[in-house]
Nanobody, 120 residues
Framework: QVQLVESGGGLVQPGGSLRLSCAVSGIMLRSYHMGWYRQPPGKQRELAADISNVGRTNYADSVKGRFTISRDNAKNTVYLQMNSVNLEDTAVYYC??????????????WGQGTQVTVSS
């Protein structure tokens, strides 16, 4: 059974930092493209950052320079370091694992989400 379990969310003041973790079980992390998505209140889910199975990273413009995604394949864990947070970073953050097998076959798994609230 595949599980993605996010942790590290909570209440943080503007300008503060938070580190989210996504513990993955049931799959080999090194074979998967991993992403952190977020869903602000009343809005659609959007990509915050992702990292390929070879470590290539990509960030939404809104978080570039403030967030850092990383992976530890030995620990089967993905991280999102959030620095200089602002009110617009308030959202439920979801971990995602994707693998493309070719010929139209793929796997796509989601965690249950962790709430991040930025407030003074």
């Amino acid at each position: 059974q595949v599980q993605l379990v996010e942790s590290g969310g909570g209440l943080v003041q503007p300008g503060g930092s938070l580190r989210l973790s996504c513990a993955v079980s049931g799959i080999m992390l090194r074979s998967y493209h991993m992403g952190w998505y977020r869903q602000p209140p009343g809005k659609q889910r959007e990509l915050a950052a992702d990292i390929s199975n070879v470590g290539r990273t990509n960030y939404a413009d809104s978080v570039k320079g403030r967030f850092t995604i990383s992976r530890d394949n030995a620990k089967n864990t993905v991280y999102l370091q959030m620095n200089s947070v602002n009110l617009e970073d308030t959202a439920v953050y979801y971990c995602n694992a994707k693998r493309d097998y070719g010929l139209g076959a793929s796997s796509d798994y989601w965690g249950q989400g962790t709430q991040v609230t930025v407030s003074s």
